[in-house]
């Protein structure tokens, strides 16, 4: 009789996906869009652009007064958006 080792398939998804080399942007894909999840729709809706530059997200917020509040607070967005991933995906968030 064979033993065969039997993996949850999730498992085997996380291997091939970091295998293949595309963990890393399914991961800062889901943090941009996890910013409308954990700031929530009012911050959400003065928000234009979003991307990841050499992990530090960059978002870039029509309202001065928010946009400075926002840069007040860019560790604690730091850490609830890498949370919300579940995995260090981002070092720090630039609002401009």
Same mark, same amino acid.
């Given at each position: 009789m064979?033993? @065969?080792e039997v993996k949850p398939i999730g498992d085997l +998804?996380?291997?091939? +996906? @970091?295998?293949?080399g595309l963990e890393t942007p399914l991961l800062q @894909? @889901?943090? #941009?869009?996890?910013?409308d999840v954990v700031t929530?729709?009012?911050i959400s809706s003065y928000t234009r652009e979003k991307f990841i530059r050499?992990? #530090?997200l960059? #978002?870039?917020i029509d309202n001065p007064a928010l946009r400075q509040d926002l840069s007040m607070m860019?560790?604690?967005l730091t850490r609830r958006l890498n949370e919300a991933v579940?995995?260090?995906v981002i070092s720090d968030v630039r609002v401009y």
């Open positions: 064979f033993k @065969r +998804l996380k291997e091939m +996906l @970091r295998k293949e @894909r @889901r943090i #941009v869009d996890a910013w929530g729709h009012m050499n992990q #530090v960059h #978002v870039k860019h560790t604690q579940g995995s260090s």
